[in-house]
């Protein structure tokens, strides 16, 4: 767990999943620069450098790049900045190529309690979701400006939600009475709406659409993985750990590129990973290798 203070002496943490599997498969060799495009916490950024290697660490959230730079690690350089611009960060940085990347996707436990992102289904906080503050639209403009068929077609595409006509139908109906403002209004529809699934809370599927959606958070990243394997070099390593099958479909669809292998296996996180850290549970770590130019 990474626990430290930022300068207004709020901790930052996040937990982080397969980091040793991540970094392993990055295979860091002394004095080369890796981009870790999802700071975080830093961990995964800390244990390139522990190994050898420079990082280039990229993240949306200013929280973690100022806490980072409160660590004051020499081989670090942080740059608040979306994973999207990823080669004109890394050439703005004065970075051409490097021998590694690694993405650790999703949302780090500090944003999930952050109550100013309103992210989460157990809190009452304002509905924003958004990571980036400068981005113009909040999931309360979603929620109560869609018409109810965009609410089912986002909730059944980014959400996979098998009661998406249900909670849209519900969502529009309140909605008339009084905007629907916050992440806990948002929840005890859905709640009432819906059954209880197993371990998964009913809000689960809907506050992921809404957060993709808000974030562009499928779009950005097939952006950013296609640039990714234009700044590595060859025999170069793509590491990404994802958490659900929309995201995992962007890096899988990477195989089918003619310039990288595949190497192994999917990872995923062993049992006793799981039981200390069950938001581990569903993720699938991917790694490839750019191929080199063949001579002529
Ligand atoms: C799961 S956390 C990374 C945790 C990190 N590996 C660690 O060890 O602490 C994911 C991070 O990705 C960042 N992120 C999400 N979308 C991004 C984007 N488009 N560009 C840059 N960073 C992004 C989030 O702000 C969050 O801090």
Not at 81 to 99: A, P
Not at 176 to 200: E, H, Y
């Amino acid at each position: 767990m990474v626990e430290e203070e930022t300068n207004s002496r709020v901790p930052y943490f996040h937990i982080p999943v397969l980091l040793n599997e991540a970094i392993d498969a990055l295979q860091v060799k002394t004095g080369q620069t890796y981009i870790d495009a999802t700071l975080g916490g830093g961990s995964y950024s800390q244990e390139i450098i522990k190994r050898g290697g420079n990082v280039l660490a990229i993240d949306l959230d200013p929280r973690a790049v100022e806490k980072s730079q409160i660590s004051i690690e020499p081989n670090l350089k942080a740059v608040q900045g979306n994973y999207k611009d990823l080669t004109e960060i890394t050439h703005s940085n004065g970075i051409q190529t490097v021998s590694g990347i690694v993405y650790d996707l999703g949302l780090s436990s500090d944003q999930l309690q952050n109550p100013a992102l309103g992210l989460s289904f157990n809190s009452n906080d304002p509905l924003d979701m958004r990571l980036d503050q400068s981005l113009g639209v909040t999931a309360a403009d979603l929620v109560n400006g869609m018409t109810e068929e965009e609410l089912v077609h986002i909730f059944e595409k980014y959400g996979e939600e098998m009661y998406a006509k249900k909670i849209a139908r519900v969502i529009v109906s309140q909605r008339l009475k009084r905007p629907i403002k916050t992440t806990g209004q948002l929840t005890n529809l859905i709640s009432k709406a819906v059954p209880a699934r197993g371990n998964i809370h009913p809000a689960t599927r809907v506050f992921q659409a809404l957060r993709i959606v808000v974030n562009d958070a499928l779009g950005n990243l097939e952006s950013s993985l296609n640039q990714a394997m234009g700044l590595l070099m060859p025999g170069g390593r793509l590491v990404v750990v994802s958490f659900h099958s929309l995201e995992d479909a962007i890096v899988k669809a990477l195989s089918e590129r003619s310039d990288v292998s595949v190497v192994g296996a999917v990872i995923r996180p062993s049992f006793k990973e799981v039981a200390d850290n069950p938001r581990s549970r569903s993720a699938k770590l991917r790694t490839y290798e750019k191929k080199s130019v063949s001579k002529k």
